[in-house]
């Protein structure tokens, strides 16, 4: 794992017809060992490195990640998309262990404080997809978009519920269960 310069747009936006889209990043682009993701190696990505450099690769084969995520306004909803890893849970990762980071003044600073979302839309329920649906106040988990209505897959919450990882249950619980968003 090799951590990149910080990308300096925190967010980005993207308008298509009606719909606008913004996306908030919570790390800086990070670089992997694309094993530990996807089933592939670096020499396959070198091998395609003409068009995976230097946005989506580095030139040493990693994978790049962008901790990120999305929020979509249309018919005057505002729809929070996978968000991210969040602040204060304990991970086994040493990159996501128990951040602190400014993520939610990102999101305020582009234009959505947290009880402006009206959706939030986990579409799996792994580390980087839904730690910000709770955060830590006065020691439990709360919901960090109390306006919102949160919606999930129900086979990926039967799937979490049925998941003995340990890491995956305590993704499940600080993240979902704990706070009776599932």
């Not at 967010?11 to 094993?35: H, I, M, N, Q, Y």
């Not at 018919?75 to 304990?90: F, T």
């Not at 978009?145 to 519920?161: G, Q």
């Amino acid at each position: 794992m090799q951590e990149l310069p910080a990308d300096l747009e925190t967010f980005k936006r993207w308008s298509f017809g009606k719909v606008r889209v913004t996306r908030v990043l919570e790390l800086p682009p990070t670089a992997f060992d694309p094993s530990m993701f996807i089933q592939t190696t670096r020499h396959e990505i070198l091998e395609r490195q003409d068009w995976l450099c230097p946005t989506f690769a580095t030139d040493a084969g990693d994978i790049i990640l962008h901790f990120q995520a999305f929020i979509i306004e249309a018919s005057g909803k505002r729809i929070m998309v996978d968000p991210c890893i969040g602040n204060h849970k304990p991970r086994s990762h040493p990159l996501l262990d128990m951040l602190d980071n400014p993520f939610l003044e990102r999101l305020e600073r582009a234009g959505f404080p947290r009880e402006s979302i009206d959706y939030v839309l986990c579409t799996h329920l792994h580390v980087d997809h839904c730690g910000w649906n709770t955060m830590l106040v006065d020691g439990k988990w709360v919901p960090t978009f109390p306006n919102a209505r949160y919606l999930f897959a129900k086979d990926e919450v039967d799937n979490a519920k049925a998941d003995q990882d340990d890491d995956a249950a305590a993704i499940f619980e600080d993240s979902s269960r704990s706070s009776k968003l599932v």
